[in-house]
C-alpha cells in the first residue's frame, strides 16, 4: 500500500530532524574543540610570558645566599691565566665599522667610542646572544677597567651554567654600591666564531678577559683564563688579581 502523503511528510521531517540533531552534535564538538586548542595556546603563551620570572625566581633562590666565590664549579676546573701585549687603547673607530680582532674572546685591541660616548652601561651586567653589544663596544668596556665573563654556545644551551652566571651578575649588581665593580657577563656567539675563525680552546667553554697596565713598565697587557665550567671562585680570584684600577682608562666610567 502506497504511504499517505502525511506519512511522508513525517517521515521526511523526521530524517531532517536527525540531520539537525546530528550537524548541532557535530558543531557543539567543533566548537569545543576549537575552545581547547584556544585554551591550550593561550596557556603557551602565559607560560612563555611567565617562564622568565620563574626562571629568576627559581635561580634566586637556588643561589640565595651565596657569595659569588660560592657558585659555580672550583676553581680547579680552569687553566692558567695568560697574558699578551696590548695595543689600541685610545685607538677609536667609527661606530659601525667592525675590527678584526684576534683573540677568541678580545681582551683588548682598537674599539668604538662614539662623540666620547661612555660604554655600554655598568648596570648592563647579563647579555643573551640576543641582547650582547658589539665586540667593539665591549671592548671599550675593557679599556675601562671591565672584567669580562664569555660564554660559548655549549655554556649557552646549558640551563645549570646560564642560572649560575644569572646569578653572578645579580650578586655583582647588588653589592656594586660604587659602581667599581665593573663586570659583565657576554656570550661568544657562533657569528662571532664565524667572524673571527676562532672558538674557544677544545673543552673550554667560559672565558675571563681584562685589559692591563703595568704600573711599573707602563706595558699594556690582555689577559685570558679559560674555564670548563663557571667558577665564581676563580672569577674572584681573576677579579682580585686585577682590580679595574689597572686599566689604561679605569676612572674614566
Known amino acids: 500500500m502506497a504511504k499517505s502523503s502525511k506519512t511522508e511528510k513525517s517521515e521526511r521531517r523526521q530524517v531532517i530532524d536527525d540531520i539537525r540533531r546530528k550537524q548541532k552534535r557535530a558543531d557543539k564538538r567543533q ?3 576549537i575552545v581547547g586548542v584556544c585554551v591550550v595556546v593561550a596557556l603557551v603563551i602565559i607560560g612563555a610570558a611567565l617562564y622568565p620570572k620563574a626562571r629568576d625566581i627559581v635561580n634566586d633562590q637556588k643561589w640565595k645566599g651565596k657569595s659569588v ?13 695568560t697574558e699578551k701585549e696590548a695595543t689600541g687603547s685610545g685607538e677609536h673607530v667609527p661606530e659601525g665599522q667592525q675590527v678584526d680582532y684576534t683573540d677568541a674572546p678580545p681582551a683588548f685591541g682598537a ?3 662614539v662623540a666620547g ?3 655600554t652601561p655598568i648596570g648592563d651586567r647579563f647579555y643573551t646572544a640576543d641582547s650582547r653589544p658589539e665586540l667593539e663596544a665591549l671592548v671599550h668596556n675593557l679599556e675601562h677597567g671591565y672584567t669580562i665573563l664569555w660564554y660559548d654556545k655549549t655554556a649557552g644551551d ?6 649560575a652566571m644569572r646569578a653572578i651578575a645579580k650578586i655583582m649588581d647588588a653589592n656594586d654600591t660604587n659602581q667599581r665593580l665593573k663586570f659583565k657577563v657576554a656570550p661568544w656567539t657562533a657569528a662571532d666564531v664565524k667572524e673571527t675563525g676562532k672558538s674557544f680552546p677544545e673543552g673550554q667553554h667560559i672565558a675571563l678577559t681584562h685589559w692591563r697596565v703595568d704600573q711599573d713598565t707602563q706595558k699594556q697587557y690582555g689577559a685570558w683564563q679559560y674555564c670548563s665550567e663557571v667558577s665564581g671562585a676563580a672569577l674572584k680570584s681573576f677579579m682580585d688579581k686585577y682590580p679595574f684600577t689597572d686599566a689604561p682608562e679605569p676612572y674614566a666610567y
Not at 646549558?158 to 642560572?163: I, M, N, Q, V, Y
Open 158 to 163: 646549558d640551563s645549570g651554567e646560564l642560572s
Open 117 to 119: 660616548v661612555a660604554p
Open 111 to 113: 674599539h668604538w667610542n
Open 31 to 33: 566548537g569545543m574543540a
Open 69 to 81: 666565590a660560592e657558585i659555580g664549579a672550583g676553581a680547579d676546573v680552569c687553566g692558567d691565566i
